[in-house]
C-alpha cells in the first residue's frame, strides 16, 4: 500500500471531489492532511465540505484558486509539501462545452499542463509521489447498440468537454513517458449522488418533479449512459492511489447502462413513492426538447482491470443509489437555494428550447 502524508485535490468543491474528500475522511484510515485547491466557478461550492471543514480543521485547508496560475500551483506544492495530487478540477458540462468552450480548453488543458509542470519542477525525480488525474469514459468517442470502452480503446471525442479531457490525458501521459513522472489515471462512467450540480440529468430531473417544472428529455431520449454511484469512484480511485499500478490507466463503471427516457421514468416513480403523488402528475412533465448537438448515443465502461487487479466493485445498486440521492435533495434544500440563485439559473433559461 502506498502511503501518503499530504494530499492535493484539485476541484475539490465540486460534485466528485467533496465526495472524494467526504469518502478519505470517513471511511478510510488516512492519517495526513487534504489540501483542497478550487477556483469556486458556479459548479464549486465550499458548503458541501462545511462539517468536514469545522471537524477536521487541523487536517483539511482549502484554497481558493486557479489551477492556471502557475505560482499559486507551485507555491502550494513546496508550502504543503504535497506528495499526491488528485485532480479533479475541470469543466464538466457537456452543454456549456457546446455554447462555449474557450473555459473548457483553459482549464481543462492549460490547468492540467500547469499542475504537470508545477509537479515535474517539485517533485524532480522522486518515486514516492504520484499525480492521479481523473477523466471520462467520453474520450472513447461513442458506441453503437453493442460494445463496450477497454483501457485500450482509440480515444475518439466528439463534443468540446470530452476533446478537452482527451488533450489532457494525453499530456499526463506525455509526463509518464517523457518525464517519468508517476502517473495514474481513471476514465469513468457518469456519476450520480448528493451535491450534483443541478444542471445534470439526475439532479435537474429530481429537481424539477419536486418543484412540478417539465423534464427536458433530448431527442427521443433513446441515449444510453452506464451510472455509477459517486461513492463507488471514490472507493475505486482511493484502490487506484494506494494501489494502482504505477503509470496505468483504469477504467471505471457502474455496469447499468439505461436509456435516459428510462432514467426519468423510473426517477419520476421513486420520487412519487417519496412524496405520495401520484406518478402520473411527474411524468406529464416530461417534455421532448431539441437534441444536444453531437450527442453521443451510447457509453458502456469494461471495467474488468480495475476488478480483477484491485479488487474493486459497486457497492450502491442503481435503486438504492437513486433513492437515498432523492431523500439528500428532498432534505437538503438550502444547498439547492445557494446554487440554483446563480449564473446558473441564466443559463438554462437560455439554452433549454422546447420543441
Ligand atoms: P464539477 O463541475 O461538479 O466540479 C468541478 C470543480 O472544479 C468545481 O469545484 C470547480 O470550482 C473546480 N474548478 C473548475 N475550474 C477550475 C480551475 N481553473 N481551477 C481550480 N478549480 C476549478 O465536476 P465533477 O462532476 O465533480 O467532475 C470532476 C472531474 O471528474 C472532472 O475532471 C470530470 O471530467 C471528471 N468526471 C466526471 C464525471 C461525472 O459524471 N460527473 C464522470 C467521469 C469523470
Ligand atoms: P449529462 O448529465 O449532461 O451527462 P453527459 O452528457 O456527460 O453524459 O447528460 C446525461 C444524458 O442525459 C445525456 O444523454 C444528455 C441527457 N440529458 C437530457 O436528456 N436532458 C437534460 O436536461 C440533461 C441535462 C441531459
Known amino acids: 500500500m502506498r502511503q501518503f502524508n499530504n494530499i492535493l485535490v484539485t476541484g475539490g468543491a465540486g460534485f466528485i471531489g467533496c465526495n472524494f474528500i467526504r469518502y478519505i475522511f470517513e471511511q478510510t484510515d488516512y492519517s495526513g492532511n487534504i489540501i483542497n485547491f478550487d477556483k469556486l466557478t458556479y459548479a464549486g461550492n465550499p458548503e458541501s465540505l462545511a462539517g468536514i471543514a469545522a471537524q477536521h480543521k487541523d487536517k483539511y485547508t482549502f484554497i481558493h484558486a486557479d489551477i492556471c496560475d502557475t505560482k499559486i500551483v507551485e507555491s502550494t506544492l513546496e508550502k504543503y509539501k504535497i506528495d499526491c495530487i488528485v485532480h479533479f478540477a475541470a469543466e464538466s458540462h457537456v452543454d456549456r462545452s457546446i455554447s462555449g468552450p474557450a473555459e473548457f480548453i483553459t482549464t481543462n488543458i492549460n490547468g492540467t499542463f500547469t499542475l504537470l509542470e508545477a509537479a515535474k519542477t517539485y517533485w524532480q525525480d522522486r518515486k514516492d509521489v504520484l499525480f492521479h488525474h481523473i477523466s471520462t469514459d467520453e474520450v472513447y468517442g461513442s458506441l453503437g447498440d453493442t460494445g463496450y470502452f477497454f483501457e485500450d480503446t482509440p480515444y475518439d471525442p466528439r463534443s468540446p468537454y470530452s476533446a478537452s479531457k482527451a488533450a489532457s490525458d494525453h499530456i499526463v501521459q506525455a509526463y509518464k513517458h517523457t518525464y517519468n513522472l508517476p502517473v495514474t489515471m481513471s476514465n469513468c462512467s457518469n456519476n450520480y449522488g448528493p451535491f450534483h450540480f443541478p444542471e445534470k440529468l439526475i439532479p435537474l430531473m429530481i429537481l424539477n418533479t419536486l418543484g412540478k417544472k417539465p423534464l427536458p428529455v433530448y431527442g427521443e431520449g433513446l441515449n444510453v449512459r452506464d451510472w455509477l454511484y459517486v461513492t463507488d469512484h471514490a472507493d475505486a480511485i482511493w484502490k487506484i492511489i494506494t494501489q494502482g499500478t504505477i503509470g496505468e490507466s483504469y477504467n471505471v463503471g457502474g455496469e447499468n447502462e439505461w436509456k435516459n427516457i428510462d432514467v426519468v421514468h423510473k426517477l419520476c416513480e421513486l420520487v412519487a413513492g417519496e412524496t405520495s403523488e401520484p406518478v402520473d402528475s411527474y411524468k406529464d412533465l416530461i417534455t421532448y426538447v431539441t437534441d444536444r448537438p453531437g450527442h453521443d448515443l451510447r457509453y458502456a465502461i469494461n471495467c474488468d482491470k480495475i476488478k480483477n487487479e484491485l479488487g474493486w466493485k459497486q457497492s450502491v445498486?442503481?435503486?438504492?443509489?437513486?433513492?437515498?440521492?432523492?431523500?439528500?435533495?428532498?432534505?437538503?434544500?438550502?444547498?439547492?437555494?445557494?446554487?440554483?440563485?446563480?449564473?446558473?439559473?441564466?443559463?438554462?433559461?437560455?439554452?433549454?428550447?422546447?420543441?
Do not use: P
Request: aromatic content about 18%; charged content about 30%.
Open 317 to 355: 445498486t442503481f435503486e438504492e443509489g437513486l433513492l437515498s440521492t432523492i431523500r439528500w435533495y428532498i432534505k437538503n434544500t438550502d444547498w439547492i437555494k445557494h446554487v440554483q440563485s446563480g449564473e446558473y439559473t441564466k443559463w438554462i433559461e437560455k439554452n433549454y428550447v422546447e420543441r
